[in-house]
C-alpha cells in the first residue's frame, strides 16, 4: 500500500561536488533520508514505469537507506528498480548498469573516499540517463525542493531481501536483485586484452591490489584473480565493510601507505595498486615509483591506444583545473582536444556525451573514459595492466620514457582538512581581493604572469560555472591553485595545488619535494594559510 506522509523541509540537503554528504547520524534523523530522495524525484519527469538503478558501497547504513529509496520509488510509479546484491554497486559499475539497461536514472548510496561507521559519512547522489552525475540544473533544483517538500510518498510493504538475487515486487513496482559485478565484468572484457595481460601474468607478473575493505573487493577478486590469473591474495581487503575495517577509504600516500611501503620494498611485485570507498578512484605504484593521478592520467592518454577499446585514438582529453598540465602535453603532441573544466565528474558528461573527449581525469585519483560517466578506479588499474602486457617494460620504465617524450610537470597536493569553515572562506576571500593587483608582482624570485578565479564556459551546453578555484600563474610556468573541496563532512578542507613545468630536456629526476620547495613555500605565504587555519603543515601531501 502506498501512503503519503506529512513532512516538513531541512535546511541542510545541499548537495556538494557528488551528492549530499553528512554523517550518519544526520541521515538516520526522522524522515532525512526519505525528504531527499522524495525531493529527487519531484524535480525530475517522465519517470513513471521506467527503470531506477540502486546501489551503494556497502558502508555502514547503506542496507537501510536502500530499502527507503526502494520504497520511495515504488510509491512515486517507477515501473522497475534493479538493486545490486547485497546493496552493492560500485560507483562506475553503477553508471554502466544505467547505460547498459537503459534505465531512466540512479541513485547512489555513498560518500566515496570518505570514513565509513555508526559515525563515519554517508551519502546519496542521483545519476541521470546518462550514466554520469546530475547536472548543476537538476541538483539545484532538488536543493530548492528539500526546502519546500511538504510530504513523501512512500510504500508500506515488507522490505526486500537483498541477497537474494531475481526478481520480486514491491507495491506493484519490479524489483531485481542483480550480481554487482557481472555486467562492469563483461565491459572490461571488450575494453582490454585479457589474454596478453593472462600471458604476462602466467610469465611472472606481480601485483598487489587493496580494495581497502570496500566496494572494488568483490569486483577486483573476480578480475583480477579469478579472470587474470594472478594468485590468491594478490586483492587484500577485498571484502567490503560497512567501516571499512576502520580504515580510512582514501588510495593515496597516507591511508595506502601499507602497500606503498610493499611498493618500495626489495621483494616489492610489479604494480601495487588501489581504489576508494565506492570504487572510482585508483592509486598507482610501480615497483619503487609511485606515479601521481596527473602524470597517470597523462601515461594513459599516451599509451590508450594499446588496449583494443581505444585502438582507433583518442577524440580528446579532459581534465579538471587543478589537475596538473601533464595531459596537456599529451594532447598537444598527438593534435587532439584539451579541455580544463572545473572539479567535480558532472563537468566531464557534456564532453564525453558529445564525443569531444574520450578519457578525462582528475588530480584526486579519479581516471575515466567514455564507457561510463564516472570516474573508474578499476577501469585505469586495468588500463595499466594492459599497457604493461604490451610493452613489456616496467612502470618506472614507461614514466621515464614518458617524460622523456612529453617533459615532466612536477606536481603536489596539500590538504589542510577539517580547518575553521569561517577562517578558510576568509582565506579565499582575502585571495579573491587581492586578484585585481597580483599580476607583475614578485614573490621571492618568482613574478606572477597571472592571476584569476576560474571560470568555466562549458562548450556543448553553454553554462557557466564561476568561482571554481584561485589560481596564480607565474612567468616560470609554475603555478598554484587554491580551492575549498566540496566533498568532506566536518568544518571546511582547503586544497593547495602546486606544480612547475620542465621541458623534456630539462631536468627529469629531481624529487618532487626539491623541484617544488620555492613554490610551497609561496603558497603558504602567500595565502597566509597559519593565519587564517591555524595549521602549520598540511593533514595530507599528496
Known sequence: MIKTVATTPFQDQKPGTSGLRKKVPVFQQANYVENFVQSIFDSLEGFQGKTLVIGGDGRFYNREAIQVAMKIAAGNGFGRVLVGQGGILSTPAASNVIRKRGAFGGIILSASHNPGGPDGDFGIKYNASNGGPAPEKITDAIFARTRAISAY????????????????????????????????????????????????????????FDAMSAVTGPYATKILEGELGFKPGSVINGIPKPDFGGHHPDPNLVHAKEIYDLAMSDHAPDICAASDGDGDRNLII????????????????????????????????????????????????????????????????????????????????????????????????????NILAVRRESVKAIMEDHWRTYGRNYYARHDYEEVASEGANALVQALRDALPTMQGQRFGALDVASADDFAYHDPVDGSDSAHQGIRILFTDGARIVYRLSGTGTAGATLRVYIERAEPETGRLDLETGDALKDVIDLSRSIAKIEHYTGRREPSVIT
Not at 592520467?297 to 598540465?325: Q, V
Open 153 to 208: 510518498k512512500i510504500s508500506d510493504a515488507p522490505d526486500i531481501d537483498l541477497d537474494c538475487l531475481g526478481a520480486t515486487t514491491l507495491d506493484g513496482m519490479s524489483v531485481e536483485v542483480i550480481d554487482p559485478v557481472e555486467d562492469y565484468l563483461a565491459l572490461m572484457r571488450e575494453l582490454f586484452d585479457f589474454g596478453a595481460i593472462r600471458s604476462m601474468v602466467a610469465g611472472g607478473f606481480t601485483m598487489t
Open 286 to 385: 610501480g615497483r619503487g615509483i609511485f606515479v601521481t593521478p596527473s602524470d597517470s592520467l597523462a601515461a594513459l592518454a599516451a599509451n590508450a591506444h594499446l588496449a583494443p577499446g581505444y585502438a582507433k585514438g583518442l577524440a580528446g582529453i579532459a581534465r579538471s583545473m587543478p589537475t596538473s598540465a601533464a595531459a596537456d602535453q599529451v594532447a598537444k603532441k598527438k593534435g587532439i582536444g584539451i579541455y580544463e573544466t572545473p572539479t567535480g565528474w558532472k563537468f566531464f558528461g557534456n564532453l564525453l556525451d558529445a564525443g569531444l573527449a574520450t578519457i578525462c581525469g582528475e588530480e584526486s585519483a579519479g581516471t575515466g573514459s567514455n564507457h561510463v560517466r564516472e570516474k573508474d578506479g578499476l577501469w585505469a588499474v586495468l588500463l595499466w595492466l
